[in-house]
């Protein structure tokens, strides 16, 4: 599975974005879909996930209400639109892809798109 994002930017705080990945290859068997993001000086941290099959949403608290995930299989795209942007938002954001094979956990990465949100 190949992953790519987009749709980073600078926004100034309050501002909107909407940010893309597109994914390539064997994306039919995947257990879920999720952004994930890092700011400078910070561990990676859970965003929001989307499970397949059911579709179940997760965020984490700091985005609830803010930040909207959503997933076009048509398209083999997954999106991240984000509302209400603030300071510490800042970071970048990567789209990650988790398959489970019975006791294997595999986890394919983006590289990863710069998001800026000035005060």
């Known amino acids: 599975v190949q992953l790519e994002e987009s749709g980073g930017g600078s926004v100034p705080a309050g501002g909107s974005l909407r940010l893309s990945c597109a994914s390539s290859?064997?994306?039919?068997?995947?257990?879920?879909m999720g952004w994930y993001r890092q700011a400078r000086g910070k561990e990676r941290e859970l965003v929001a996930t989307?499970?397949?099959?059911?579709?179940?949403?997760n965020y984490a608290d700091f985005v609830k209400g803010r930040f909207t995930i959503s997933r076009d299989n048509a398209k083999n795209t997954m999106y991240l639109q984000m509302n209400s942007l603030k300071v510490e938002d800042t970071a970048v954001y990567y789209c990650?892809?988790?398959?489970?094979?019975?006791?294997?956990?595999?986890?394919?990465w983006g590289k990863g798109t710069l998001v800026t949100v000035s005060s």
């Open positions: 290859g064997t994306t039919t068997d995947l257990n879920a």
């Open positions: 990650n892809a988790h398959r489970n094979l019975g006791s294997v956990d595999i986890n394919y």
């Open positions: 989307i499970i397949s099959g059911g579709g179940r949403l």
